[in-house]
């Protein structure tokens, strides 16, 4: 089987891409944006480049194609460009994994359902630029394919297959190694999911025959002043040191302050385990 992750050179995209290079009977080729790779064999491309794209799609032909790009303030490009470029490629036959957030929740409260609404944010919202790009992003995915896994996650924790932190851990041990105090709030709850089990689980719905929308991570679920105080003391530094942050910020309006996912969907339907 052939794979095609883009993104394999970003955290959780290494994480995919060393984990199916493991994998038996699976030709896997993985692309960059950003010199340099953290693989050596991954292609540069830029899938807003419409040329490009087509012509590294033909040469590689795969039979999956892992979707772990991310782009800050230019999501949407990437889901009007690139994603528009990928989705005019596929064949009925090839399955696309997509990568998809907590962020496409903006009314309610969760835990949330795969089968419940998502909604955008006003376009004035400091968040409206990543969670209305996923938004459009599952839409044109739900509307144009059938062959599709769309797995959603919360905030993604833990070391990669290649040794990387997530910037939230590393920001926390940098403030932790110089002994000051770290604030977190303990109003927001969400579904903390570790890189490489999420990872495992996008190598599952490649080899797995399984399509839809799941939601990937364990049961529990935390404030970020829970989980970063937990995260502290298993790296060895006192949890007194995390503390609890004012609970308003701008961003929360509009926002749901529990964006938690229920995760029984995944749980019954794969072997996957999420510690
Ligand atoms: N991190 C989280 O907490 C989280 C939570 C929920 C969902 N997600 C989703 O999970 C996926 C992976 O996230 P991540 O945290 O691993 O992100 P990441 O570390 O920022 O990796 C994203 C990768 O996308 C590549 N990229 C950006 N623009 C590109 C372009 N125009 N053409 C080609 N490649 C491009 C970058 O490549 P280079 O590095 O080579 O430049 C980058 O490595 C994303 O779809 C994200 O929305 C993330």
């Keep these: 089987m052939k794979v095609c992750v883009f993104g394999a050179s970003g955290y959780a ?26 693989f050596d064999d991954l292609y540069k491309l830029d899938v807003n480049q419409p040329e490009s794209f087509s012509e590294f799609y033909k040469q590689t032909q795969p039979d999956v194609v892992v979707w772990s790009v991310m782009s800050g303030p230019y999501e949407d490009e990437l889901i009007q460009e690139g994603l528009s470029h990928l989705i005019t490629h596929l064949t009925p036959q090839t399955k696309l994994v997509y990568m998809s957030s907590d962020y496409v929740f903006t009314a309610g409260n969760g835990p949330y359902n795969e089968d419940d609404p998502i909604s955008r944010l006003p376009e004035d919202h400091v968040f409206s630029t990543y969670a209305n790009a996923k938004v459009k992003a599952e839409h044109f995915i739900t509307q144009e394919l059938t062959n599709y896994a769309i797995l959603r996650a919360g905030p993604i924790y833990g070391e990669n297959k290649i040794g990387q932190l997530d910037d939230r851990t590393d920001k926390l041990i940098a403030q932790l190694r110089l002994g000051k105090t770290v604030a977190y709030r303990d109003d927001l709850i969400r579904t903390f999911v570790h890189v490489n089990d999420l990872a495992m689980a996008v190598a599952e719905f490649v080899k797995n025959e399984l399509t839809g929308i799941y939601h990937a991570g364990p049961d529990k679920r935390h404030s970020f002043y829970e989980f970063m105080q937990q995260m502290a003391e298993q790296l060895g530094y006192q949890g007194e040191l995390v503390e609890e942050a004012s609970q308003h910020e701008e961003a929360d309006e509009e926002i749901p302050k529990n964006t938690s996912l229920s995760t029984d969907k995944i749980k019954d339907t794969t072997k996957q385990t999420f510690r």
């Design 13 to 38: 995209g290494a994480s995919i891409y060393q984990i199916l290079q493991e994998t038996p009977n699976t030709e896997v080729t993985g692309t960059y944006l950003e010199d340099p790779a953290v």
